[in-house]
């Protein structure tokens, strides 16, 4: 095991090694790791947003079905962009997966110019908490057309769809899911951005 002393070369006695001098400051390390973590965090954030973005892109289908005054069932498509919140939707995630590769970027320069980060830091928070809000709005507003189109509205008229287009379905319910897990990413940044400027 190696010594923390070092000999005076006067009198011969060791002198012991201050802590410091053989350690790295425990501040500095964990401000690595939180540095760290906030990269790997905006890594899977923006890969949800793009995938869910994909999925809901690609979600059209088409099927021939019964429409009012037409003898023989016609070939009839449903796509995202039938929907104003579907529309909604897609902008959101765009807004919020370029944003999650520019914040991925910085948060990554960060760990090589640290002094900035005190500034920065503020910018980021702030802006995840308003991509926050953008992106849970726009998955509630998608989430409850979605649900019309699963179980439809007798008291409105508005029929269900999803026993007809079943694939456009399953892509909505998947994009909606990924950006779920996006929003619960963007709540769990924006927590620890807050608990950072708590901590002394």
């Given amino acids: 095991m190696a010594s923390t002393e070092n000999p005076d070369p006067e009198t011969g006695k060791s002198e012991p090694i201050p802590a410091s001098a053989t350690t790295p400051p425990p501040s500095a390390a964990s401000f ?9 965090i905006r890594v899977l954030l923006f890969s949800a947003t793009l995938t869910a973005l994909i ?3 690609t979600s ?8 009012p005054g037409v003898s023989s069932p016609a070939p ?3 796509e995202f962009n039938d929907s104003p919140a579907f529309i909604f939707f897609v902008v959101a995630l765009v807004v ?21 980060t005190a500034r920065v830091s503020v910018y980021l928070a702030s802006l995840d908490m308003v991509m926050l809000g953008i992106l849970a709005s726009a998955t509630g507003t998608a989430g409850g057309v979605a649900y019309i189109a699963l179980k439809g509205n007798k008291e409105v008229g508005w029929n269900k ?5 079943d694939k456009f379905c399953r892509y909505i319910a998947t994009s909606l899911a990924l950006s779920l897990f996006a929003t619960l ?8 951005s807050a608990l950072s400027k708590r901590t002394p």
Avoid: G, H, W
Wanted: aromatic share 8%.
């Fill in 60 to 67: 059209d289908q088409t099927e021939k079905t019964q429409l």
């Fill in 96 to 116: 919020t997966s370029f944003y999650a590769l520019m914040s991925t970027l910085v948060s990554i320069s960060l760990l090589l110019k640290p002094e900035f």
């Fill in 76 to 78: 009839v498509s449903a």
């Fill in 55 to 57: 999925v809901m892109v």
């Fill in 32 to 40: 690595l790791d939180c540095r760290k973590i906030d990269v790997i």
């Fill in 161 to 165: 769809i999803c026993n007809v287009y």
């Fill in 185 to 192: 990413l963007l709540l769990v940044l924006s927590i620890c």
